[in-house]
C-alpha cells in the first residue's frame, strides 16, 4: 500500500517539472510566446502581483485622487471611436450616437515600474484621479450600463493612464433647409475638462494619429450618409479662466432619392393630367373641370404630407419653390379652362346675336319698300380728329390693338397655343430649377471642403 500513496505526490512533480507550454498576451496586447520564458523568471524572482501594486499605489504612497498629478498642469490626449448614428432628428435640430470616448495621460505619481509587477498593465476602477470631462453643448448623455458601467481603466508602468467609456450623447445640428432636399447639414460635439481651465489640464486631441474622430464603420441613415468629420481645438473664454475645448463637427448629405420619388416624381403625372384638357376641345368643360381640380388637389395634399415631417421655419426651401410652381401651373390650366369657356360662351351670345342682325337687316329691307314716313334714311358723317391727336398715343393705340388681337383668338387657337406653351415653359423651369440648386449645393459642399470621401 505504500508505494501507492507515493504515487500522487511523484505525478505532480513530474508533472510541473516539464516545460510548460501556452501563449500568454503581453502588455500591448499582441500573442506572443517568448512571453513564456519571462514569465517564468518573474515568479523566480518574485513579482509583485496586480493586488500588491494597486494597494502600493493607492495607499502605501497617500494617493489622493482629488489632487492634481502635475502642478505643473496634465496633457489629455483624446480619442473618439463613432460606433453608430442612430438618428438625426430635423423636428429637435439634433443628432444620436453611440460612442468610445478615450482619454489618456501620464499620472507620474501611479509609476509601478519599480514594483517587478507581474502584469505589465493594471486595471482600476473609480480609484485614480480624472479630468471630469464631459459634452457641455449636449441635450443628453449617459455611460452605458448594459449589464454593468462601461468604464475601462488601465494603468501602464510608467504612470500613463488609459480611460474608455461607451457613451450614448445626443448633440445638436444647425440645420439649414433652404436647399432641401438638396442640402447638406452640419453637427457638432464640444468636449472639455468641467472642472480644470487649461492651467491645470490641457485637452488635446490625440496626436499619434491623423484622425482622432473616426468611425469604427460605415455610417449610412435612411436620410443621411455622413461625409466628412472634422475636428478641431478651441480656447474659449470663462469667469474661471481659459479652457480648451475639443470641437468634432460631423457632416452629413443627405439622400434626396426617397423625396424624388415621393415628392418631386408624382407633380409630372399631375402637370402632364391637366395639360389633357387642352385637346378635349370647347365642349367638354365640365372633364376639363374634373381633370384640372383633381390634380391640384392632389398636388396640394401631397404637399401637406411633406410638410408635415420639416420644421416650421420662416424661409423658402426648395421643395416649397417646386411645389408652388407646379401648382401655379396646374391653376393657370384652370385659368386658360376659364378663359376658353368664357369665350366659347360669349361666342355662342354673337351668334344669336348675328342672327338676331340678319332678321333686322331683312326687316329694313321691307320697311325700304314701304311708303314714305315709315322708312327713315340717315346721312352718314365722318368727324377726323386733329393731327396731334390723331397720332400722339401710336404707341398705345398698338399696344391696344396687341392686346384687342389677343383676345379676339378664338377659344381653338387658345388651346392649340397652350398645348405648346405650357409643355415648353415648364421643360425652362426645370432647367432654370435644378442648375440652379444643384449649384447651390455644389458651392455649400466647397464651403465645407468635401473632397468626395467618406470617413
Not at 500522487?8 to 517568448?34: A, C, H, M, R, T
Not at 517587478?116 to 498593465?121: A, V, Y
Amino acid at each position: 500500500m505504500k508505494p501507492h500513496k507515493n504515487i500522487f505526490p511523484i505525478f505532480l512533480q513530474i508533472l510541473f517539472s516539464k516545460p510548460i507550454l501556452g501563449v500568454l498576451i503581453d502588455s500591448d496586447y499582441f500573442v506572443s510566446e517568448d512571453t513564456v520564458a519571462e514569465n517564468l523568471i518573474k515568479r523566480k524572482n518574485n513579482c509583485t502581483r496586480q493586488p500588491a501594486v494597486i494597494d502600493q499605489l493607492l495607499s502605501g504612497t497617500g494617493y489622493n485622487k482629488l489632487k492634481l498629478p502635475n502642478e505643473d498642469g496634465i496633457t489629455v490626449q483624446v480619442e473618439f471611436w463613432i460606433h453608430a448614428i442612430t438618428s438625426i432628428n430635423e423636428i429637435t435640430n439634433d443628432f444620436e450616437m453611440d460612442m468610445y470616448i478615450n482619454e489618456m495621460w501620464l499620472d507620474p505619481e501611479l509609476k509601478f515600474d519599480h514594483l517587478n509587477p507581474c502584469k505589465q498593465n493594471v486595471s482600476v476602477l473609480e480609484k485614480l484621479w480624472t479630468p471630469n470631462s464631459c459634452f457641455i453643448n449636449s441635450k443628453f448623455a449617459e455611460i452605458h450600463d448594459s449589464p454593468f458601467r462601461n468604464v475601462f481603466l488601465m494603468i501602464y508602468p510608467n504612470g500613463t493612464v488609459w480611460v474608455n467609456y461607451r457613451v450614448r450623447v445626443k448633440g445638436p445640428c444647425d440645420l439649414s433647409f433652404e436647399l432641401f432636399p438638396l442640402d447638406i447639414q452640419e453637427c457638432h460635439l464640444i468636449y472639455e475638462s468641467f472642472n480644470y481651465n487649461n492651467l491645470e489640464v490641457k485637452m488635446r486631441w490625440n496626436e499619434k494619429t491623423q484622425n482622432p474622430v473616426y468611425t469604427t464603420a460605415k455610417i449610412r441613415l435612411p436620410d443621411f450618409e455622413l461625409i466628412k468629420i472634422e475636428t478641431t481645438r478651441v480656447v474659449a473664454p470663462y469667469a474661471a479662466g481659459m479652457w480648451d475645448e475639443l470641437h468634432a463637427k460631423f457632416v452629413f448629405e443627405r439622400r434626396f432619392i426617397w423625396y424624388f420619388m415621393q415628392a418631386f416624381l408624382p407633380t409630372y403625372p399631375a402637370i402632364f393630367i391637366s395639360w389633357i384638357s387642352f385637346s378635349l376641345g370647347t365642349q367638354a368643360m365640365p372633364a376639363r373641370t374634373m381633370l384640372g381640380v383633381n390634380a391640384l388637389l392632389a398636388l396640394i395634399f401631397q404637399f401637406g404630407n411633406i410638410m408635415k415631417n420639416l420644421p416650421r421655419v420662416s424661409y423658402v426651401k426648395a421643395i416649397d419653390v417646386w411645389m408652388l410652381v407646379s401648382m401655379t401651373f396646374i391653376f393657370c390650366s384652370l385659368l386658360e379652362l376659364a378663359i376658353v369657356g368664357y369665350k366659347t360662351k360669349n361666342e355662342e351670345k354673337k351668334e344669336k346675336k348675328r342672327k338676331n342682325r340678319k332678321l333686322g337687316k331683312n326687316l329694313e329691307l321691307n320697311l325700304e319698300d314701304s311708303p314714305i314716313g315709315f322708312g327713315q334714311k340717315f346721312e352718314k358723317r365722318i368727324m377726323l380728329l386733329p393731327e396731334n391727336r390723331r397720332y400722339g398715343n401710336f404707341e398705345k393705340l398698338n399696344l391696344r390693338t396687341i392686346f384687342e388681337n389677343v383676345w379676339n383668338w378664338s377659344p381653338e387657337k387658345i388651346d392649340r397655343i397652350s398645348t405648346i406653351l405650357f409643355p415648353a415653359c415648364f421643360a425652362i423651369f426645370n432647367i432654370i430649377y435644378w442648375s440652379y440648386y444643384y449649384n447651390k449645393k455644389l458651392e455649400k459642399a466647397a464651403a465645407f471642403k468635401l473632397d468626395g470621401t467618406n470617413p
